[in-house]
């Protein structure tokens, strides 16, 4: 998935915004990119996310190889927790977070024992550097201006302790004439091919892989490849997982002394004691 951007789907033109579609634009803030128009996407995670089966899988493999065991992992836009379940049972320490609160009460009440918290990808509740590892399952495809996107990577980036890894389940643009029709049709009303409808209540994105290397480009790759994912309706969708790496500006060596008390030391690749 090399950029480049000459080979990016071309958008036409969005139809102007009428002055009562404007004033319902997001506003700025931490659920900003939860609204698009008319569309309120918080409305529809909320009331969907109470019956729907969430489908994108964890990478197990590239995963396990990279982050060991005892670590603290952030699975942000967790929904009801089934990642949470699956990330303990291998032997990490996570965290979840989503502004959906249906889908956090359902976790809850199915027992699910890693900490909850309220709050989205967009402006994510937890301090910097404070996760060796973040999480993002089928989260960019709701959220779906770039923007917002950069704005999700960022707080992903943020949270990352230097050298974190990043884990991204995400949807790639399909070939197949149903959904060149609906990129087609939802172009020119949401201003970005690969933006379309659903249930007429919600907005979700397939990605063109040039953006999503632009997108990633702060994270140095360390797995990526791509697969047939089942959505949520049921649907066969063409889509990827990325495993990158964080910045680290000072990558520890086998001969570093040992820090004194207070000392501000770099990653390390063994699991942190930081508590949740």
Not at 98 to 112: E, I, S, V
């Amino acid at each position: 998935m090399a950029p480049n951007p000459e080979k990016r789907p071309q958008a036409p033109s969005p139809a102007p915004a009428s002055p009562s579609t404007a004033a319902r634009l997001p506003p700025s803030g931490p659920f900003a990119g939860l609204r698009e128009g008319p569309v309120d996407q918080r409305a529809y995670w909320e009331r969907v996310s109470s019956v729907k089966t969430y489908t994108t899988p964890l990478a197990v493999e590239p995963f396990t190889r990279l982050v060991p065991r005892g670590a603290r992992v952030l699975d942000a836009g967790c929904g009801y927790g089934r990642t949470l379940a699956e990330l303990a049972d291998l032997g990490y320490r996570p965290v979840g977070a989503d502004f959906a609160h249906a889908a956090l009460a359902r976790g809850r009440a199915m027992g699910l024992a890693a900490p909850l918290a309220v709050g989205s990808a967009l402006a994510l509740p937890f301090a910097a550097a404070s996760f060796d590892a973040v999480v993002l399952l089928a989260v960019l495809t709701c959220v779906v201006r770039d923007a917002d996107q950069r704005a999700v990577v960022a707080e992903a980036r943020r949270v990352l302790r230097p050298g974190g890894a990043l884990l991204v389940n995400d949807f790639l643009l399909g070939d197949d004439a149903r959904n060149r029709e609906r990129y087609a049709r939802f172009a020119p009303v949401h201003g970005t091919y690969g933006v379309f409808e659903v249930d007429g209540n919600a907005l979700v994105r397939h990605h063109d892989p040039a953006w999503i290397d632009e997108l990633l480009a702060p994270f140095a790759v360390a797995h990526r490849e791509e697969h047939l994912f089942t959505t949520m309706n049921g649907n066969t969708a063409r889509g990827f997982t990325y495993l990158g790496l964080a910045p680290n500006p000072c990558p520890p060596q086998p001969s570093d002394p040992q820090p004194q008390k207070g000392e501000r030391t770099c990653n390390r690749t063994t699991p942190r004691n930081s508590t949740p």
